[in-house]
């Protein structure tokens, strides 16, 4: 018998060694190298190096643009997140209804989540465009404006340029996630309300509101991971510019090791970076644990 579970070990070790063996070749090899570089004064373009210890770390927290693209992506993430959710929520209660074509709108609602970086930028920069855009057209029509103006190339709203795509890329995950939640509500909830008397904005405050708040949560940290990550559009839209006034923690990352060719210092940075990204994912685990106990 004994001999038997053992020779049933053996081969689940085997079957899942492939797995493990990409797990470390692709995640914790990496990650340990990146620290060991972190302490050292390794440039990109030159093989020698050596160790210097904390220095990288002490000259990261004297670093201006680190708090500043810190700060950035905090606020990135923090707008971000919120237009995400108010824009997902309210596609969400619109199309939580069994109506005509209404998968035809879940499909097209959806579409900004498959479409690559590439095509969302070309498509904004389009829009944003002071000579040829189609903003600065209907502005200028409506006579909201006097002369044209690109959105991107002001200090004051690039930052704002830059968050419309990004919310609008992320928002059809928060809309179907929530939709999902929507469709999981029992139904007699809202008709002993409405027989007890309780207004649509009661209903939806108590039952809808209510009963999405895990899920909101949830979704909600999610999206703090993903767009805090944030690297395509910023670089793509405005490479940080102007004046660094949309320079996020990811970008400056990327500028440090391989423009500046200074791979130590870009390491030590995605140290930290990688440190709020474990504080967000305890954060989400956590959430999710006490929902699953909540449920059963």
Avoid at 22 to 41: A, E, H, K, Q, W
Avoid at 88 to 93: K, M, P, R, S, T
Avoid at 94 to 112: C, E, Q, S, V
Wanted: net charge positive; charged share 10%; hydrophobic share 55%.
């Amino acid at each position: 018998m004994k001999s038997a579970r053992s020779q049933q070990s053996k081969t689940g070790l085997l079957f899942i060694a492939p797995l493990v063996l990409c797990i470390i070749g692709v995640l914790i090899y990496p990650l340990c190298n990146s620290i060991v570089l972190s302490f050292t004064n390794k440039m990109f373009t030159y093989v020698k190096y050596d160790f210097i210890g904390w220095d990288n770390y002490i000259k990261l927290f004297q670093d201006d643009l680190f708090w500043l693209a810190l700060f950035h992506s905090f606020k990135f993430t923090v707008f971000g997140v919120l237009g995400a959710l108010a824009l997902g929520l309210l596609l969400a209660l619109l199309l939580n209804k069994n109506t005509k074509y209404i998968a035809f709108f879940r499909g097209l609602l959806f579409l900004p989540w498959t479409l690559p970086s590439i095509v969302v930028v070309l498509t904004f920069r389009w829009l944003y465009n002071d000579f040829y855009g189609y903003i600065n057209y209907i502005l200028l029509k409506s006579h909201i404006i006097d002369v044209p103006f690109n959105i991107l190339s002001s200090s004051k709203t690039a930052w704002i340029g830059v968050l419309i795509p990004l919310i609008w890329c992320y928002y059809p995950f928060v809309m179907v996630f929530l939709l999902a939640a929507l469709q999981s509500i029992d139904k007699s909830l809202y008709q002993v309300a409405e027989l007890d008397g309780a207004t649509k904005w009661d209903m939806f405050w108590h039952i809808t509101l209510s009963s999405l708040k895990p899920s909101i949560i949830v979704v909600a940290i999610l999206e703090a991971i993903w767009m805090f990550c944030s690297f395509d559009l910023v670089f793509l839209l405005t490479n940080g510019g102007p004046a660094n006034e949309t320079l996020t923690l990811s970008l400056y990352i990327y500028k440090m090791a391989f423009p500046a060719k200074n791979m130590a210092y870009g390491t030590a940075l995605s140290v930290i970076m990688f440190i709020f990204l474990i504080i967000f994912t305890i954060f989400y685990f956590r959430l999710v644990g006490r929902k699953q106990n909540s449920e059963t």
